[in-house]
């Protein structure tokens, strides 16, 4: 942050004209050991969080982070690296708001999240726990899905499976170059409709992107014999 300033002079019979500027420039500077951790608050319904806020205790101290109107605010936190962290929700007792409507995120200046508690999540007072790691990598997209496996399981369906993927929150199921559906687990049931060899490949999602694309597994569904 750069201030800058003017002095005059003062007599009995007044003052004097501004002196010409001087600026200087404060740096913000963190302990080698330290980096900031960001807290962003949210409310869906813009009218801030009507008594709710975070308390953030660390290294002996504890801030209060509230959300008093709209609906987004952002606080940033010099921690050290490998303190322990604790975020507690607090609803005041006897509140009468609306805490489904809130929703925060705990990150790093890279953009790695440590919490992400959405909309809907939060109903009462309730702590979350973290170390800081300041040498936490930044997030990238997911690696693609490993030992894609299917089999036909009966005349029209065939069963999935793949090994999981680090920082992955859901996978896509592909059926050829098609997209047919997305997985929250590691295995699905798709459903066929004509008998013969059916192929597909998955990928790994989060919200920097997709994958790249598993290895393709085929299985065949023959008809079922009267």
Do not use: M
Not at 24 to 43: G, N
Not at 65 to 84: P, W
């Amino acid at each position: 942050v750069t201030y800058c300033f003017t002095v005059t002079a003062i007599n009995e019979a007044g003052e004097s004209e501004l002196s010409g500027v001087a600026c200087a420039t404060v740096e913000d500077i963190l302990p080698e050991d330290a980096c900031y951790v960001y807290f962003e608050l949210s409310d869906s319904y813009g009218d801030g969080w009507n008594g709710n806020y975070l308390e953030v205790a660390y290294d002996g101290e504890t801030q209060k982070l509230e959300l008093t109107n709209g609906s987004y605010a952002e606080y940033a936190l010099a921690i050290t690296t490998g303190s322990y962290v604790t975020v507690t929700y607090i609803v005041p007792e006897g509140s009468t708001t609306w805490p489904y409507e809130n929703s925060f995120v705990v990150r790093y200046e890279n953009g790695n999240k440590i919490l992400n508690k959405l909309g809907g999540s939060l109903s009462e007072t309730t702590s979350f726990d973290f170390y800081v790691d300041c040498s936490a990598p930044a997030p990238t997209t997911p690696a693609a899905p490993q030992n894609l496996v299917a089999e036909a399981i009966s005349s029209s369906e065939i069963q999935l499976s793949w090994d999981a993927v680090d920082g992955a929150e859901h996978y896509n199921v592909y059926y050829g170059d098609t997209f047919i559906g997305s997985a929250a687990a590691t295995a699905c049931i798709v459903n066929v409709y004509e008998y013969g060899t059916h192929c597909f490949t998955v990928t790994a999602v989060n919200e920097l992107g997709e994958s790249e694309h598993s290895n393709e597994a085929c299985a065949t569904v023959e008809e079922s014999e009267k």
